[in-house]
Structures are given as C-alpha cells and as structure tokens.
C-alpha cells in the first residue's frame, strides 16, 4: 500500500496509532552566574567618583585573579546620582550615590565559594546568585529530544503488541515542549547577597555552595500506522 493511500486519521487497512513520548532529566550545571554592586556615596560628586573607580578597580583586579576559572567578565550599568535635600528651596545636592553592576561567569565551581566570600567582604560591594545553569548548546538538550522519541517508539510498540500487530510506519512526529524548565529552576543555588566594610586584616571563611541540580525536559507527538490486528 502506498504512503498516499494512508488517510491522516488512519484506515482499517492501516490504523493510526498517536502516542507521546516523553524524557526528564536531572544533571549538573555547566556553568554559574554572579552579579556584583559596587557602590560609593559621599557629599562631594569627584571623591563619590573616585571612590567608586578604586572600589571598582578591586572588584576587577580580585575577578580577573582567578584566572581561566573565570569565563566571563563584564560591567552592566552605571551611575552617578545627586540626591537633593528634602526641605528648603532650589535644588541644593545633599549627597551623591555612585554604582556600576558587573556580571562573571564561572565553568569551575571550585573557586567560586571562595571568590563570592572575598568580593563580599570588600567595601560596599554586595554580591548575588549564583545562578546554575546549562550552556545554550549543551548536549544534554540533545539526549532528552534523544530519549524522548525512543520513549514515543517504545510505547507504540507497546500498544500495537497489545493488539497483536506492530507498528508500520512513522507518519508524524511533532516536539510539543522539549526543553521547557519548570517554572523555578532557572537555577537558584545558596547565594550570597552582603553589604560589607570588614577588617581586611580577619579571614574570612568561605561560603560553601552546593550546585542545584538543572532539570531538562522534551516532550513529542509521534503518529504511526500499525498492520490491521485481528480482532
């Protein structure tokens, strides 16, 4: 029987058998995610400006120490912003507030306890995350949708086999979902959130993080036909 005799909804000739098949995984992170706040306030905008651009300095210098372990390192906003006193007339500037945001990424987890635990005991300088997650093109996306039509084959074969057939031929196969994340788990592990001015001369012990677990899902739609099961 040709392919163009096979109606979409099935024939008696040749039944449609639809199943979905499904794959979850749980694995590692591959990689984590830090933000860091520098900031610096002071009544005078030029000595705001320069204590920020010394705090800013240590926060880069202290990063980039570590060497490869640190994949990425980039500085988001900043800003210089006047605050205006609450009473009298005109606009008389009480104080300036200074801050620049950077972002680091890690692959190598070991340093990173030790590295957010020195960032925040540095002056004005809090720190968030870690966030875990997977790389854009890992392979773990790949072995779900792998696992998720093997999961979809097998329950076919399942089915027909009940009837006493088995199946024919693939007609579709539709990705219905795959790789969705669970609303929560764009990977939040124990962070570290610290506005400090510590003694630089106490040692500080490092933070102990636990990489959360990173959850990949795939989800298909497969249609087959089966041969006619006798009944």
């Known amino acids: 029987m ?14 449609l058998l ?21 900031s610096a306030r002071g009544r005078d905008r030029r000595s705001t400006l320069d204590d920020l651009t010394r705090r800013n300095a240590a926060v880069l210098d202290l ?11 980039s500085t988001g906003a ?14 008389r500037v009480r104080s300036h507030q200074g801050r620049v945001h950077l972002g680091a990424e890690f692959a190598d987890f070991t340093v990173l306890g030790e590295l957010t635990t020195r960032l925040a005991d540095l002056e004005l ?5 870690p966030w875990w997650s997977l790389r854009p093109g890992s392979p773990v996306h790949a072995e779900a949708r792998r696992r998720a039509v093997a999961d979809a084959v097998q329950r076919a074969r399942e089915y027909a086999e009940a009837l006493g057939t088995s199946i024919a031929a693939l007609i ?14 764009a990977a939040f592990g124990r962070g570290v959130r610290r506005m400090s001015m510590a003694d630089e001369s106490e040692a500080v012990e490092p933070l102990d993080l636990e ?8 989800q298909v739609s497969a249609h087959f036909t089966m041969l006619p099961p006798r009944l």
């Open 2 to 15: 040709t392919s163009e005799a096979v109606a979409p909804y099935g024939t008696p000739d040749a039944p």
């Open 18 to 38: 639809v199943v979905r098949g499904e794959a979850d995984l749980e694995v590692d992170p591959e990689v984590a995610r830090i933000g860091v706040t520098v």
């Open 63 to 73: 990063v980039k120490s570590y060497g490869e372990a640190v994949e990425e390192l």
């Open 78 to 91: 900043f800003s210089i912003t006047p605050e205006l006193t609450e009473r009298g007339r005109g606009e």
């Open 125 to 129: 300088t809090r720190v968030d995350g």
């Open 172 to 185: 579709e196969l539709a990705d219905t979902g795959a790789e969705r994340p669970p609303a929560g788990v």
């Open 211 to 218: 990489p959360a677990r990173q959850r990949v899902t795939a």
